[in-house]
């Protein structure tokens, strides 16, 4: 690796269930371009090995586990990373206000370490929207993409048993936006002829699991992930949670940003789904399953009805978008932009968000034929255009067109 930048990569290994936080780490790992040091910053002996990356590292990059559910392992090294040698690009997980997620914890966290790059995976518009202040350098679009290695066809679409299949986590009522929420809903509660085989739920996988999964469907339904409302300070979702709180009926309630937090993220998953059964019901409840109770209309007359849709939103592609192409599992997308890297009805069959095109929509999707010629159309694009190598060597041109100096010291230094 000659010429290779020393990197420090550093992440959060607290959850199985994000295949993508695995494809980024291995992506780093397995470029040429980089000399990776491996950094888990929820692990043993973290302090000095990210005093060592600032020392001596040329790039440090922070990977979406870093931030994308919570600061708080991040938080502790951030004066640290604010006094490093090299260059740092930071890739912010969860563009969206989230109760317990919020952006300005983001924000503030960037804020004092001010990034020489953040890597979004909005459209490049709302990722300057949301950190464009933050960095000394530029932001700059990198959205997900294909790892070939983890999702690949394994079992011809023809003889998947599952005509539909979708695992996802249902969108909560503060994001004002039940786009994927209605779709989802649309096709469990299905009433199409000739019938399909549909099997929808909120269960996660691994990565191999999500990707067997993915090689039992013929095809996933889906729409654009995040919402059309952004926000900088959360204004919105912080009046939401005050509502709710007032109308939890006197019973204790744990907050998502509860200092527990950090001692359930070291749960093993089976133990963390348990205890999140137990706080489901009683007067001891968990935040999240009192907002998975909560009525959508209900919030959206209260606090998004009027809104315009904004210019500036946090609609964007997905990893599962990337991991159903690789699967050979043909998508049925609601209409939408996908940051503009798919093309509708060449790439995946376009649904219209009145749902007025269904008839079209399961027709062409039942036609084998057609079905091939997208999933086809789809992997070689993204193969050419889109895999993990893709957004590496996008990475090493950016870093290196912003510090000659460094890949010059890089190349002479190794």
Request: glycine residues 6%; hydrophobic residues 40%.
């Amino acid at each position: 690796m000659a010429d290779a930048i020393r990197t420090a990569v550093l992440y959060a290994d607290y959850t199985t269930r994000l295949s993508y936080y695995d494809d980024w780490l291995d992506a780093f790992q397995q470029s040429s371009h980089y000399d990776v040091t491996p950094i888990n910053i929820c692990g043993k002996g973290a302090e000095e090995a990210v005093r060592k990356a600032a020392r001596d590292a040329d790039l440090i990059i922070l990977l979406h586990s870093t931030n994308g559910d919570t600061t708080i392992y991040l938080e502790p090294f951030s004066a640290i990373l604010a006094e490093r040698r090299g260059k740092l690009l930071a890739f912010i997980g969860n563009e969206v206000n989230l109760p317990g997620s919020p952006i300005a914890a983001k924000r503030d966290v960037l804020a004092r370490i001010m990034p020489d790059f953040i890597g979004t995976q909005l459209l490049l518009e709302a990722g300057e929207f949301l950190w464009g202040d933050l960095v000394r350098n530029r932001v700059v679009a990198l959205p997900h993409a294909l790892n070939p290695a983890a999702f690949t066809i394994r079992n011809d679409t023809a003889d998947r048993p599952i005509d539909i299949g979708v695992r996802a986590v249902r969108y909560l009522p503060y994001l004002g936006d039940d786009d994927r929420n209605r779709l989802h809903d649309l096709f469990q509660h299905h009433d199409f002829a000739p019938d399909i085989r549909v099997d929808i739920s909120s269960d996660r996988f691994d990565r191999d699991g999500w990707a067997n999964f993915l090689n039992c469907c013929k095809g996933t339904v889906s729409s654009e992930a995040g919402t059309w409302f952004i926000e900088r300070d959360d204004a919105t979702i912080e009046a939401i949670r005050r509502w709710v709180m007032q109308r939890a009926g006197g019973r204790l309630v744990i907050a998502n940003d509860s200092v527990l937090r950090r001692i359930g993220h070291k749960l093993p998953w089976r133990v963390r789904a348990l205890a999140r059964r137990v706080m489901s019901r009683g007067y001891i409840r968990h935040e999240s399953t009192i907002n998975e109770e909560l009525d959508f209309d209900e919030i959206y007359q209260a606090f998004f009805a009027g809104r315009p849709i904004p210019a500036v939103h946090g609609k964007c592609i997905s990893s599962r978008h990337f991991d159903a192409i690789g699967a050979g599992t043909c998508q049925i997308l609601l209409e939408g932009r996908y940051n503009d890297l798919l093309q509708a009805d060449v790439h995946y069959i376009s649904l219209q968000k009145d749902y007025a095109n269904i008839g079209e929509v399961m027709r062409r999707f039942g036609d084998e034929a057609e079905r091939r010629k997208i999933i086809s159309a789809a992997r070689e694009h993204a193969l050419a255009h889109h895999t993990y190598v893709h957004r590496m060597d996008e990475i090493f041109r950016i870093v290196s067109e912003a510090s000659p100096a460094m890949r010059q010291a890089v190349n002479s230094s190794h």
